[in-house]
């Protein structure tokens, strides 16, 4: 691909900062012991999202100061490029109508690939407002449970609807209610085991004001970050932990 004359000499997949995915023998040992024996185990993770922002240069110096920045080793950090320069285009289920079956579908394909998945659920502002969170969340959770064999390759992004794109943040005990609610789910309906280890993460406008309260609840493991993935400022949120 050419911009400007000048050849790139670098293609995007997703891009891993730091970190790997787990090896599928932990997630196979994880079924043979005993779960409540079990420390909870749940490394921090942070996403850039994109989305459709950045020239290749730019966001090729981008990962380039990611990569010299001081970044705890402790943290996997994971960015997603724009479709421009991957293969496939990220599904967008309130603008395409797409159901929570398929999206499940579309994880099991993924996982299926070799693929590792960041599964995005999450309430629009009415139906938060009508009190039906988690029943929202927990559907479509679901959908994408029933799709999962292997969960060591999959972390659940709790996207509330209403905060994306919009400033607006949820509070640190709001994004706390939700997500351990989520973990209380997957213990209920898919293991302890898996409950304790698969991370659940926040995204929503999250800043380097808004992450280190966010951070500091128990059951936040990680954000998905949009436009603050692009800024200097993405440095302070993977170290958000720290």
């Known amino acids: 691909m050419e911009e400007g004359g000048e050849k790139e000499e670098f293609c995007f997949t997703a891009i891993y900062i730091?970190?790997?995915w787990p090896e599928p023998s932990v997630c196979s040992d994880l079924q043979r012991v005993d779960p409540c024996a079990m420390a909870p185990s749940r490394k921090f993770f942070v996403g850039g999202n994109w989305k459709m922002n950045g020239r290749k240069k730019c966001l090729g110096e981008l990962i380039c100061t990611l990569n010299a920045a001081k970044l705890p080793a402790d943290?996997?950090?994971v960015c997603a490029p724009p479709t421009a320069y991957i293969d496939f285009?990220?599904?967008k289920r309130h603008i395409f109508g797409e159901s929570d079956?398929?999206?499940g579908q579309k994880v099991n394909h993924a996982l299926s690939e070799g693929l590792g998945v960041i599964a995005c659920i999450g309430e629009k502002l009415d139906e938060r407002e009508a009190g039906i969170t988690e029943k929202v969340v927990f559907e479509q959770t679901k959908a994408i449970a029933d799709n999962v064999k292997d969960w060591c390759k999959v972390v659940l992004a709790y996207e509330p609807v209403w905060a994306i794109g919009t400033g607006k943040t949820a509070t640190p005990q709001q994004a706390q209610e939700v997500h351990e609610k989520l973990r209380g789910w997957l213990k209920c309906n898919v293991s302890?085991?898996?409950?304790?280890?698969?991370r659940i993460i926040y995204g929503g406008s999250v800043t380097g004001a808004?992450?280190?309260e966010l951070a500091s609840q128990p059951d936040v493991d990680g954000f998905l970050v949009g436009g603050a993935s692009l800024k200097p400022e993405f440095v302070d949120i993977i170290n958000a932990k720290q």
Do not use: D, N, P
């Open 101 to 103: 079956e398929l999206i």
């Open 75 to 77: 943290t996997e950090v």
């Open 18 to 20: 730091s970190g790997r």
């Open 210 to 212: 808004t992450c280190k």
């Open 192 to 198: 302890e085991g898996v409950a304790q280890c698969t």
């Open 89 to 91: 285009a990220r599904q």
